[in-house]
């Protein structure tokens, strides 16, 4: 276990490293950050003496060597547009993104299941199809669309949900939610049903294929040979079986779905720090980027982690071979 | 003579496929008195676990029970819905399956799987149920029953599965049990255990069984009365004794010759020739009739239908073997 560990944190580092080389190089392609610093009738002095201030005087190479220094001492830099430690301020827009997220994730399961699992016990129903067919076009639909869509029905002509910016917030246990108030979920509803498509499609697929799967074993039989009702059969012998790998697959995707959610949050102005990053990407604030990548990396690896304890705790057959080693 | 627990009586169970209709059992008569074992003897495909299958009410589609009768303890069964039936099945019916890896789901624990199935039809404690458990547990043999009941089915052998599932068919002490091909999966030694405990367990409590198998050999020394299936119909049905010393049909026979204990020493095993026909391109005669020595024109052109032979037993045949032949 420990020496699992060891290497899934040696591979962290070196994601990071890669990682923060091609940001670093990557946005200093892209243009010159010191015209979007100064005012547009700066003279060449001023020009000058920002550029002196932040290194971009000296050659890539040094300025890059300097900035690894910098992370090396914990120093993650200052963010060009906003002035504050870059660390800081994703840490700061992070908890939003979480909550945005993990509510997504909710939506998923709570809305994906169901009809996936409807779909796979009866696959010729007309009710399965169109489950079907949604769930294509759920994967196909570009996810921006169905965001102005959603703002555009249940904003605009309904009236009922709000289209921008988060509810009121809470600390509990030293996290900020909005979760704690009707008005809270109210503007999540939204952003959250957005971010969540695509994952609701997935685990419907995952779902039907799954339950179809496990409906034709003998297991499914001797069950019903031993003369247990659908509900006991299908929520307990199937749905335990087609948990293992749902449960693996949308932890390895709640990853994706924080990085997804740059476009949800740009859309319904959700303060995270998706939406920070594109606009530190539009102002070139190149602290910031690489304190978003930082912490994503982080993110990914930390979830990753949490899957695999998860995955053996659900599946006896795993857990038990690892306590045999 | 009293009501047999199982009676069987033209039992059809079509399959209505893309392909078209494949009558898997298709007029299959028989039936069991109580604590009788009948042998379900025939090659794979022959329709025996629909048979099977078509008792304990479980036919999915594209499968249905076309016609006949199925009656348990004189009730019929066949019409019931599936409430009803439900509550048949696990309390006056169990089945046991063929492949024990495959029965127990691999996910949850024997206690979960063994008290369900007391709950599903007794409303009792679940540490009620639980000790009823543990009693079936060690009933069919399996050592220290209360730790192993908190275990995973992959901590068990195939055999000690099987077992489990033997427990859990037992929970409701059942009118009829239905094994399919219980221990062809497993390895000789261990058939002959379980094989031996579940006549003692039957004969004990009274319980009529169904034991479906390929091998003649297992049912020699365990039923009662043997049914041979062919083609999804019994072409041979008779006690035990009158089946296997004088068979009157040329397939019985032949399945009788090719089985190793019955041959003399070092002499080859007779083996019937051809294979077990489609049963979606069935002859309009007898379904034998392509692989029979002592098939002729009738055979061809009229399907035998089965009757009763002068030592209490049927067949399908339209000429069955003598005495003579067969010796
Ligand atoms: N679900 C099904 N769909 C179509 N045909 C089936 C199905 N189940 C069984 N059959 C047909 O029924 C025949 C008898 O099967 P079965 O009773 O399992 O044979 P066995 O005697 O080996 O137990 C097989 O040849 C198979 O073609
Ligand atoms: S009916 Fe004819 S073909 Fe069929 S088994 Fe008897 S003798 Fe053979
Ligand atoms: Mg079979």
Redesign the interface.
């Known amino acids: 276990m420990l020496a699992f560990i060891i290497r899934r944190v040696a591979q962290a580092l070196f994601v990071v490293l890669a990682m923060v080389i091609i940001v670093f190089f990557g946005t200093y392609v892209v243009g010159d950050p010191v015209w979007m610093m100064v005012p547009g009738d700066a003279t060449q002095d001023q020009i000058e003496q920002v550029r002196r201030e932040f290194g971009f005087d000296k050659p890539v190479h040094v300025q890059f060597l300097l900035f690894v220094a910098d992370v090396l001492q914990g120093e993650f830099g200052r963010s060009y547009v906003h002035g504050g430690s870059a660390i800081g301020l994703i840490l700061d827009r992070m908890p939003a993104t979480l909550e945005l997220a993990l509510v997504a994730l909710i939506f998923a399961v709570v809305i994906g299941l169901p009809l996936g699992v409807f779909a796979g016990l009866k696959p010729d129903h007309p009710a399965a199809r169109t489950i079907m067919a949604g769930s294509i076009l759920g994967f196909s639909l570009p996810t921006f669309w169905v965001g102005l869509m959603l703002i555009m029905f249940f904003s605009v002509m309904l009236g009922w949900l709000p289209a921008t910016g988060r509810g009121p917030t809470t600390t509990v246990l030293g996290i900020e939610t909005s979760l704690l108030t009707l008005k809270g979920w109210q503007h999540i509803a939204l952003p959250a049903l957005n971010l969540a498509l695509l994952k609701i499609s997935l685990v419907i697929r995952l779902a039907r294929s799954g339950t179809r799967e496990a409906s034709l ?3 499914v ?9 659908p509900k ?1 059969i299908v929520g ?2 199937i749905l ?2 087609i948990m ?1 790998p749902i449960v693996t697959v949308l932890g390895l995707e709640f990853g994706s779905l924080v990085a997804f959610s740059v476009v949800t949050e740009t859309i319904f102005a959700w303060p995270g720090m998706g939406k920070l990053l594109l606009e530190s990407i539009q102002r070139l604030d190149r602290p910031l980027i690489v304190a978003y990548v930082m912490v994503v990396v982080l993110l990914f690896v930390t979830i990753n982690l949490i899957v695999d304890i998860l995955y053996s705790a ?4 795993v857990r ?1 071979a690892g306590k045999n080693e | 003579m009293t009501r047999p627990v199982l009676e069987v009586e033209n039992l059809a169970t079509h399959f209505f496929t893309r392909e078209g209709v494949v009558k898997a059992v298709d007029g299959v008569s028989f039936s069991v008195g109580a604590g009788e074992v009948l042998g379900i003897v025939g090659e794979s495909g022959s329709g025996k676990s629909v048979s099977g299958f078509s008792i304990m009410g479980l036919i999915d589609p594209p499968g249905k029970i076309v016609s006949g009768s199925i009656r348990l303890n004189g009730e019929e069964i066949t019409a019931r819905d599936e409430a009803t039936m439900r509550k048949v099945r696990g309390k006056d019916l169990a089945m046991i399956f063929q492949d024990p890896m495959m029965t127990l789901n691999p996910v949850l624990r024997i206690d979960t799987q063994m008290i369900e199935a007391v709950l599903a039809h007794d409303n009792v404690s679940e540490q009620a149920a639980r000790s009823r458990c543990i009693e079936a547990l060690s009933m069919v043999g399996i050592p220290s029953p209360a730790e192993r009941l908190v275990a995973y089915p992959h901590q068990f052998s195939g055999g000690m599965r099987q077992r489990v599932a033997i427990a859990i068919a037992l929970l409701h002490r059942p009118k009829l049990i239905i094994a399919d091909e219980p221990t062809t999966a497993l390895d000789v030694t261990i058939q002959s255990q379980i094989l031996a405990e579940v006549q003692k367990l039957c004969a004990e409590t009274g319980t009529a069984m169904v034991w479906i198998t390929h091998d003649l050999s297992v049912v020699a020394g365990l039923a009662d009365r043997i049914a041979v299936m062919y083609a999804g119909r019994v072409v041979e049905e008779g006690p035990v004794e009158r089946v296997l010393e004088n068979p009157q049909h040329p397939y019985t026979n032949g399945l009788i010759g090719s089985v190793p204990s019955a041959n003399p020493m070092g002499q080859r095993l007779r083996q019937i020739p051809g294979s077990t026909p489609s049963l979606g391109r069935l002859p309009p005669g007898c379904a034998f009739e392509p692989r029979c020595a002592f098939a002729s024109d009738l055979c061809r052109q009229q399907r035998p239908a089965i009757g009763p032979d002068s030592g209490g037993a049927r067949v399908a045949c339209h000429h069955p073997l003598s005495r003579a032949r067969a010796s």
């Open positions: 074993q003998d297991y039989k001797f069950a019903r040979a031993k003369g247990l009702s006991r307990v012998h335990k079986n293992i659900l599946d006896p057959r038990l």
